[in-house]
């Protein structure tokens, strides 16, 4: 079965995210049909992929494309060059891995990889191990405590978006004072609604401390939307609780809206962005940061 995502790069405004469609199906066969139609639609109408649609479909399906004409007396290039294709799909896009912060259900194909740094202190590496499987860890500075844990995503792709589940560990490990080192473990489903240029996001992520009764819950919902070549725009809305030790932070009883532009090329990314607390009490925090407290992150796939 073909990813749906991947069918919609085959209508991209963008001729390298279509190339990429056309060379992955080439590659990969369509023994169900599923692209038949798109690559019989590229042969006949695209101007820039024609030729090679008709050749993949004559390849894959054993007969020439209805509606395609070779033309005729335009002068051959003596050295055709074709676009340089961005390593996979999702860094073309801006990484739509993530609405802003928080994961969205889709995942990378396999052996794509990718680094984030976040605020510049917290680190993230992922590699897409299968179409629906992406591992990684993620660590920080070690500012008083050693912190290292695993990453794992898993996502299945539908018409029209795709369902996922992402888990996170974390080993707390202070390495001064006499503190006691802790694990922090959790994650939860995610589904998302669109594909890589546009996307609705909505999920419930629970996290749990070990050597403690204390409980974290996030659920959350977001959108990103691809407003240029190279910027996108997204912002998500958290709803915090937390039950256990003493905490009597219930649901609705704060949030944290964070919203700003992610600037990005074919292999890398930035994130500028704002987090707005809201609470009681949280209305201080804007007389000295009136438009939210700053969020960063560099990234970059290969």
Request: hydrophobic share 45%; proline share 9%.
């Amino acid at each position: 079965m073909l990813d749906p995502a991947l069918l919609a790069l085959c209508k991209s405004s963008d001729v390298a995210a279509r190339r990429y469609c056309l060379d992955s199906i080439a590659r990969q066969g369509d023994p169900r049909g599923e692209a038949k139609q798109l690559l019989a639609d590229l042969a006949a109408h695209d101007a820039a992929l024609h030729g090679e649609a008709a050749e993949a479909y004559e390849r894959i399906y054993g007969e020439k494309p209805a509606g395609f004409a070779p033309p005729a007396a335009q002068p051959v290039p003596s050295a055709p060059q074709r676009a340089p294709l961005p390593p996979d799909a999702a860094r073309a896009a801006g990484d739509p891995m993530r609405v802003v912060y928080a994961p969205t259900a889709f995942t990378r194909p396999p052996g794509a990889a990718s680094f984030n740094a976040y605020e510049l202190g917290t680190f993230t590496f992922d590699r897409g191990m299968s179409p629906n499987l992406a591992l990684g860890f993620h660590t920080a500075i070690p500012a008083g405590a050693v912190l290292v844990g695993p990453t794992l995503r898993v996502g299945v792709p539908f018409q029209g978006g795709a369902f996922g589940i992402q888990l996170n560990a974390l080993l707390i490990a202070p390495f001064v004072g006499n503190s006691s080192a802790l694990v922090v473990a959790g994650g939860g489903p995610m589904l998302t609604l669109g594909d890589y240029e546009r996307y609705f996001n909505v999920g419930m992520l629970a996290y749990f401390v070990s050597n403690a009764n204390v409980g974290v819950f996030v659920p959350n919902l977001g959108f990103s939307v691809r407003a240029s070549q190279s910027v996108r725009f997204g912002a998500e809305l958290y709803l915090p609780a937390a039950t256990g030790g003493g905490s009597n932070l219930g649901f609705g009883r704060a949030a944290v809206l964070l919203w700003g532009l992610r600037i990005f090329g074919d292999s890398i990314w930035g994130d500028i962005a704002l987090a707005d607390p809201f609470c009681d009490g949280c209305g201080d925090l804007y007389k000295s940061l009136p438009l939210g407290i700053p969020f960063l992150n560099f990234g970059i796939g290969w």
